[in-house]
């Protein structure tokens, strides 16, 4: 047990102590004159107060702080701090009676109550219920009451819980202040902290090293400074963690949020590990328990993925591509909780450098992805018409009368709308579509690049709200799980350049700007996922994330080539050079010639030779063998009229025509396929 020390004499460098205490002591306003007003109150109901919050929020200060007041107030303060107690009643009260006979106590404070554990219960149904009714208590810990102390009807109206937050951003630059760092390093660590005191103070600390070094203020990052990182998480965690512990931090450090499935998948144990891990996680005071699983406090989570990228750069590659590749293979399977998933697919792009400075992340982890309700019809309009305008709040009404189920909203942990996405689905010669020229100009570029046929969609990015990181959680889970999905577009905007950026982090290629209505102006970005399915998409998306530079960042999947000829000069072509195939001259005028279907400098003999092949693949589809049939007739087997074809084939004249004209249509698709993508049919 740690002894407390004894009374401070007058005038001492206590008192000194106390007084700059209370001119640097900043915020807490709301918390101290509770303090105060149950201090000073005749009629006090309330008697305990709990004040509780993560590790470094300025629990001990605050307590040290009313300690100083009620002192100025004449009552008698006594203190106990749970870190150098045992955890024992004979401790706690020989603590007490080692500051003065306990009976003169007024005031009780009781910090780190964390460590109180079992203790707690003794306090509540044994040491508090005997204390004078003059006594207020005050008790600083990391964890709330807990749950007996909620359910005890007569601890209803005398004990008072109250959480400890963040410092708002005045606050912290205050503290700052206090601290003598002025200029530009104020907005940058006030950033940084988070609003954590303990890591204002122990950036400020490091600022001013810097600046007896004599070196040159380049901004703040914390990645760049390991020593106060590793200083932090001491404070944070009081532990070393034991290597699988260490390891669960780390998956819940890269993880939007972190579960069971994620910790078993990512370190690969069994599930009773992972439970116990995950329990281990959930105590811990940084870490918040939401809808979809655990979430560490931002700072911390930046100084565990600084920490883990400075120990091993290897550790932290591996984790990262094996929980991308698990959130992935769980999205691509179209089961439940696929807004989950995708949102924490999206998430681990802040891992890269481009996306971290282009993207604003604050918050992605505590929100929520869905479809949006009819109720939430007039905010969704609202918010759309705010960022893009009259134009597109009416427009976008028309496509929900559409198409209701394009409309994605992301909700905060209040379940406000902070975010909204509008993607619609669009099909070849779909009717009734709002008179939109973005999704005209969409459709048009599909049908130039390689038609849509029945069944296949095009997914239009229309707009966005709420930032980068909504937009691209909603997107990469639509891309996984739309049905028939071969091309999206996805639209920006002129100012939503870190939408851009990830983007094109993602491999999309930007393609020619197009008007909307009332002059909007769009910038589109189009992945066509017949050259790159969505798992070789994400596979490939891996490597990328872990390229922080540009220069070092490998080209997309997709070639993004456009194609030599719109598609329907292409189809023409291949309809003339089906009639020239026996006429090697004729052939050799062919445009198809100009194409990646055959190489570079290549005769007429080897495009005859693709359009064989073609004939061959076409009759191996299911229910396209008499297509084959007819091409292989009408232009393969020797010159004749299409009558003689038509007898040949056992068909009427009528229907010989119409299934020559198929078989032409399908053998263009394959063909136009072969140019784009090297792919087999489908």
């Known amino acids: 047990m740690r002894t407390p020390p004894p009374p401070l004499p007058v005038d001492s460098h206590g008192d000194a102590l106390a007084a700059l205490r209370k001119r640097v002591f900043t915020g807490r306003t709301a918390e101290l004159r509770l303090l105060r007003e149950l201090l000073l109150s005749d009629r006090r109901g309330c008697f305990v107060v709990w004040l509780h919050g993560m590790g470094g929020m300025g629990k001990s200060t605050l307590l040290r702080r009313f300690a100083d007041e009620a002192t100025a107030h004449g009552r008698t303060a006594r203190w106990v701090d749970m870190r150098g107690t045992d955890p024992t009643p004979e401790a706690f009260l020989a603590a007490l009676e080692a500051q003065g006979p306990l009976e003169e106590a007024q005031v009780l404070l009781v910090d780190s109550a964390e460590s109180l ?3 707690e219960h003794w306090l509540r149904d044994e040491f508090l219920p005997r204390m004078p009714a003059h006594v207020l208590v005050a008790v600083g810990g990391r964890r709330p009451p807990s749950a007996e102390w909620r359910t005890d009807a007569q601890w209803w109206h005398a004990l008072r819980s109250v959480e400890l937050d963040g410092m708002d951003d005045a606050e912290a630059a205050q503290l700052l ?24 103070a122990l950036f400020a600390d490091a600022r001013e090293r810097a600046m007896r070094a004599g070196e040159p203020y380049r901004g703040w990052e914390l990645g760049d400074s390991p020593d106060v990182v590793r200083e932090l998480l001491r404070l944070l965690l009081r532990e070393s963690p034991s290597p699988d512990r260490a390891d669960a931090l780390r998956v819940l450090a890269l993880a939007r949020v972190t579960t069971e499935e994620l910790v078993r998948h990512t370190l690969e144990v069994p599930v009773a590990e992972a439970r116990a891990l995950c329990a281990w996680l959930s105590g811990l005071s940084f870490v918040h328990s939401t809808a979809d699983g655990l979430v560490p406090h931002e700072l911390v989570r930046e100084a565990l993925v600084a920490d883990l990228r400075w120990r091993s750069m290897e550790t932290y590659e591996r984790l990262l591509r094996r929980l991308h590749a698990h959130l992935a293979e769980r999205l691509a399977e179209r089961g439940g909780g696929r807004w989950v998933f995708g949102a924490g697919l999206a998430y681990l792009g802040r891992t890269n450098r481009i996306a971290r400075e282009a993207v604003d992340w604050h918050g992605a982890d505590r929100l929520q992805l869905r479809a949006a309700r009819p109720a939430d019809l007039d905010e969704v309009l609202a918010a759309i018409e705010k960022e893009h305008g009259w134009a597109a709040g009416r427009l976008a009404r028309q496509w929900w009368n559409h198409q209701p189920a394009a409309f994605i909203v992301a909700e905060d942990g209040r379940r406000r709308i902070t975010g909204v996405l509008v993607a619609p689905c669009l099909e070849a010669g779909a009717t009734g579509l709002p008179d939109d020229p973005v999704a005209h100009a969409a459709l048009e570029h599909a049908a130039d690049r390689s038609p849509l046929r029945r069944g296949e969609r095009l997914l239009l990015g229309r707009w966005s709200t709420g930032g980068a990181a909504v937009a691209c959680g909603a997107l990469t889970t639509l891309w996984a799980t739309t049905p028939g999905l071969v091309m999206s577009w996805t639209c920006t905007a002129q100012d939503q350049r870190a939408l851009s950026s990830l983007l094109e982090l993602y491999g999309q290629q930007r393609t020619t700007p197009v008007d909307g209505p009332d002059g909007e102006r769009v910038s589109p970005f189009v992945q066509d996922w017949r050259s790159a399915p969505f798992d070789r998409w994400a596979a490939a998306l891996r490597t990328r994330l872990l390229a922080d530079e540009p220069s070092a960042i490998p ?8 194609p030599v000829m719109p598609w329907p000069q292409f189809a023409d072509a291949v309809k003339h050079a089906y009639r020239s195939a026996l006429n090697p001259r004729q052939l050799a005028e062919s445009t198809l010639l100009g194409t990646r279907l055959v190489a570079p400098g290549a005769d007429a003999a080897a495009l005859r030779t693709v359009l064989t092949e073609t004939v061959t693949q076409l009759r191996a589809l299911p229910g396209q063998r008499q297509l084959g049939d007819v091409l292989e007739i009408t232009y393969l087997n020797g010159p004749r009229s299409q009558q003689a074809a038509a007898s040949r084939a056992s068909l009427s004249f009528s229907t010989y025509r119409r299934r020559l004209s198929a078989a032409l249509t399908r053998a263009a698709e394959l063909l136009r396929e072969r140019e784009l993508y090297g792919s087999v049919p489908r």
């Open 117 to 119: 554990g079992a203790l």
């Open 177 to 200: 202040h206090h601290r003598d760092v002025a200029g530009p390093a104020v907005p940058d660590l006030v950033r940084a902290a988070h609003g954590m005191p303990l890591a204002l």
């Open 555 to 562: 080209a997309p999947v997709t070639d993004g080539a456009a």
